[in-house]
């Protein structure tokens, strides 16, 4: 099967918003995006993301959806893939690291990305053996934490 990868536009935002509602799915995730939020999100005032997404027989059968990351640490920029996507069909034939390169050129070109960090729930073996096959390290000196909406209004003194 042939596959076609390029930066998402404005007007692919449903079928962007499909396939993330896929993978939400699958990871028995809650999915409350609509179309109309990553149009905001993504092509607003200030576009907040960027994403890859692989075409085949006029459908999406991959996406990667990434946004810029700066590591104080390693003194330059980055990209954080917070959704890596394939179709069941077009598993096993190399999309996965093909939307992964194509997100660091897009990443390097857009923000001057010289790395690419992301996260892999527990529960998910197989992406974790194919981000080990990758190259991946685990960051395990580093535990995720999320202030959510609620919290972040209050943090922020509002009601």
Same mark, same amino acid.
């Given at each position: 099967m042939e596959m076609t990868l390029r930066v998402a536009k404005a007007g692919d935002a449903e079928a962007l918003n499909d396939a993330l509602r896929q993978l939400s799915e699958t990871l028995g995730d809650d999915h409350?995006?609509?179309a109309d939020d990553l149009r905001r999100l993504g092509w607003g005032e200030n576009p907040a993301f960027r994403a890859m997404l692989a075409w085949a027989d006029g459908a999406v059968?991959?996406?990667s959806f990434y946004s810029p990351y700066v590591s104080t640490m390693r003194g330059m920029a980055g990209v954080y893939v917070s959704d890596l996507w394939t179709a069941e069909v077009v598993r096993g034939q190399g999309l996965g690291p093909r939307l992964l390169a194509e997100t660091l050129? +897009?990443?390097e070109a857009v923000?001057?990305?010289r790395f690419l960090k992301l +996260?892999?729930?527990h529960t998910?073996? +197989?992406a974790r053996r194919f981000y080990d096959r @990758?190259?991946?390290r685990p960051a395990d000196? @580093?535990?995720k934490m999320i202030l959510e909406e609620a919290e972040s209004t209050a943090l922020k003194g509002e009601t």
């Open positions: 409350r995006a609509t059968v991959g996406v050129r +897009d990443a923000w001057g990305a +996260d892999v729930y998910n073996p +197989d @990758l190259g991946f000196d @580093l535990t």
